[in-house]
């Protein structure tokens, strides 16, 4: 098989780049992940979510981030296989690769052995981590959901109501004879659209009615909580300014409850460590920075860097999990 001629170099140092970026996105994430620890009903943690769902220099970052991950899979890959084919041709100089390359060569393969493995327990995780939260955004996986109160205040749903409280009859009744008045007289097309307009809201007015039965509201009365698909998709079609959001807090928090997710996550983070130790040393190894002088503060560094993320991510399934 004929790959691309890019200097074996090149590709490391891109991976190095895009793993050094990588490196800096989790120690942000597993920073913003602490906010669901605070037992505020999510409100530190979904103004976070918030901000992150429509800043769009948030938006711009998160493509990059993609593409970033998936050059460094790609890369890692490409390195692999390209290393293995040129160990193939150097096959033959026995004398060589015994004398003095065995030892070396033995210890680079145990590590690069190392990454591959732990790097595929980190991609299954991030397949099953897109399905439980991020897909859930792009609104491809269903989710919970909530919307804010203040945002389902619709004026001519206000009306509708106050009317029907004067009139002493179910909003339902007031529309039914509103549709009564339009069919007898033969009304125009406009007020039919504004009848079933009120309709719709009437819809949106059962889903606020439902939220508040179950008390699904959070201590700041702000949002309502646990909207199902079907209610998100009718309040994004009768009222598109509420644009319902996902309820990542309480989604965390709910699967967490579930001791297999509690493993299956630490799991992830003892490979991400062992992927990150060896990553931290090597990023700076290829990208020139280090030299004997600093390689032991860089390893240090490495491992400090490496059980500081792992531990804030530790943190989140293990306290929650207690009731923490
Ligand atoms: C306790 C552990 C974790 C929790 C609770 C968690 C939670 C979340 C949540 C709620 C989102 C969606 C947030 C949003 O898009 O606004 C998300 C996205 C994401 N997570 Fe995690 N995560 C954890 C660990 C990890 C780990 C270990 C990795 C990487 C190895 C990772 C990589 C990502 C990526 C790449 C995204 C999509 C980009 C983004 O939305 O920022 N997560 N995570």
Request: one cysteine or more; charged letters at 20%; a neutral charge.
């Amino acid at each position: 098989m004929e790959l691309p001629k890019i200097h074996s170099i090149t590709k490391k140092i891109l991976v190095a780049l895009v793993g050094a970026f990588l490196l800096i996105f989790l120690l942000f994430h597993a920073t913003a992940n602490l906010f669901v620890l605070r037992h505020d009903g999510g409100a530190w943690y979904s103004a976070f979510c918030h901000f992150m769902g429509t800043n769009w220099i948030v938006k711009v970052f998160e493509i990059i981030l993609l593409g970033v991950l998936a050059l460094h899979v790609l890369l890692t890959l490409w390195l692999q296989v390209t290393n293995r084919l040129a160990g193939v041709s150097s096959a033959d100089n026995r004398f060589f690769k015994r004398r003095y390359h065995e030892a070396q060569k033995s210890k680079t393969d145990s590590t690069s052995k190392l990454m591959m493995w732990t790097g595929i327990v980190i991609f299954a995780f991030l397949v099953m981590h897109f399905c439980q939260f991020y897909f859930v955004k792009l609104g491809w996986v269903k989710g919970e959901y909530m919307v804010k109160v203040e945002k389902l205040q619709d004026p001519e749903m206000m009306q509708l109501v106050q009317y029907s409280a004067q009139m002493q009859m179910s909003p339902e009744e007031i529309l039914a004879e509103m549709e009564q008045q339009a069919a007898e007289y033969g009304e125009s097309d406009e007020s039919t659209r504004y009848i079933a307009s009120l309709r719709d809201k009437l819809g949106v007015m059962d889903i606020v009615q439902r939220a508040q039965q179950e008390g699904n509201f959070s201590e700041d009365m702000q949002w309502i909580r646990h909207l199902t698909y079907d209610e998100r998709q009718t309040l994004r079609r009768v009222m598109p300014e509420s644009d319902p959001e996902p309820d990542f807090y309480y989604m965390v928090r709910e699967l967490f409850h579930n001791p297999l997710m509690v493993l299956l996550y630490l799991i992830t983070f003892v490979a991400l460590f062992m992927h990150m130790r060896h990553a931290f040393p090597s990023a700076f190894q290829t990208l020139g920075l280090n030299n004997y002088k600093y390689s032991r503060a860089i390893e240090i560094c490495g491992i400090v860097y490496a059980w500081l993320i792992c531990l804030m991510f530790v943190a989140v399934p293990i306290l929650v999990y207690l009731g923490l």
